[in-house]
């Protein structure tokens, strides 16, 4: 069962709206950023079809803390993406998967609080 998890920072403070926005700008960039990936583009054509495309979103705390999420995501072959805020000029959100149970505990991904 594959399902992707997005990680929000939550060391600053930004509007609810921005949050959910941004989440699910990052999901579908995640998606398109890879389509011509095969390897990669079956990886999100099994999300759509088995699992709904289940998305949990995760609080990652600090934009140093994504980081090292997505820099092991990467590692490992799982796509990943970020949503950088025009107006901040920063990065809010991260996008990591999809990805299998057993990859999710492997990144530590299941240690997280939902946000």
């Known amino acids: 069962m594959y399902k992707q998890y997005i990680l929000v920072r939550s060391d600053q403070y930004f509007p ?3 949050i959910m926005a941004h989440c699910s700008h990052n999901a579908v960039k ?3 950023d890879h389509l011509y990936s095969e390897e990669l583009s079956f990886r999100h054509t099994c999300w759509y079809m088995d699992n709904d495309m289940t998305t949990i979103v995760l609080d990652g705390k600090t934009l140093k803390g994504i980081y090292c999420f ?3 995501a990467i590692n490992m072959g799982i796509p990943t993406s970020f949503i950088k805020d025009i107006h901040l ?3 809010i959100c991260a996008s990591i998967g999809p990805v299998t ?3 999710a505990e492997e ?3 299941k ?3 939902l946000y």
């Open 107 to 109: 990144l530590g991904l």
């Open 70 to 72: 997505v820099n092991k």
């Open 111 to 113: 240690k997280l609080k």
């Open 16 to 18: 609810i709206g921005k």
């Open 101 to 103: 149970d057993d990859e």
């Open 89 to 91: 000029k920063d990065k």
């Open 30 to 32: 995640n998606v398109v």
